[in-house]
T-cell receptor
């Protein structure tokens, strides 16, 4: 149980394009979904928290107009990186929390984004 | 003081020995504690959760929680080379309705054959 999928797993795009990443909870309803970014050999960095049907809450320093988050249902959240630039190249990982489990987050496999 | 502190390592342990990973946290209001394993290039995987003082065992893994000392640890018995990974300690942010987690920077564990 508690399986989270994420697509695509790899994206290579040109600078200035937009990239959409999907995160789905496959066998549970996700009360909350989280989006993280991780640079090589660095810690997880929380970008934003989203609840179904609500606007996402962004962490300080994360541009909400650049990283658009939509949490349309209890099983799907999307992150769109708009007008991507090389400095946006990173490992983007989503996680989902169910209604039970007292905060346990289950992670998707992550998406590697390379902006040329 | 960091909210969740872990020794970054690397911690090198011979195969078959017990690996002991430690974590301290700063907010006494935290109630949920988690250990995640992250292999290089992969996303984190939940391996243990603990909510009350004492020990919790699951196979070769034992999580220990001491709220008075604000300390949580993970023991891995009979360590295997496949246990080589970075282990992340995470603690819930008190009073956060979304149960946001506060993350340690992780301890890199190396099991030597």
């Amino acid at each position: 149980g508690a399986v989270v999928s994420q697509h695509p797993s790899w994206v290579i795009c040109k600078s200035g394009t937009s990239v959409k990443i999907e995160c789905r909870s496959l066998d549970f309803q996700a009360t909350t979904m989280f989006w993280y970014r991780q640079f090589p050999k660095q810690s997880l960095m929380l970008m934003a928290t989203s609840n179904e049907g609500s606007k996402a809450t962004y962490e300080q320093g994360v541009e909400k107009d650049k990283f658009l988050i939509n949490h349309a249902s209890l099983t799907l959240s999307t992150l769109t990186v708009t007008s991507a630039h090389p400095e946006d190249s990173s490992f983007y990982i989503c996680s989902a929390r169910g209604g039970t489990g007292r905060g346990a987050q289950y992670f998707g496999p992550g998406t590697r984004l390379l902006v040329l | 003081q960091k909210e969740v502190e872990q020794n970054s390592g690397p911690l090198s342990v011979p195969e078959g020995a017990i690996a002991s990973l430690n974590c301290t946290y700063s907010d006494r209001g935290s109630q949920s504690f988690f250990w995640y394993r992250q292999y290089s290039g992969k996303s984190p995987e939940l391996i243990m959760s603990i909510y009350s003082n004492g020990d919790k065992e699951d196979g070769r893994f034992t999580a220990q929680l001491n709220k008075a000392s604000q300390y949580v640890s993970l023991l891995i018995r009979d360590s295997q080379p496949s246990d080589s990974a970075t282990y992340l300690c995470a603690v819930n942010r008190p009073m956060d309705s979304n149960y946001q987690l506060i993350w340690g920077a992780g301890t890199k564990l190396i099991i030597k054959p």
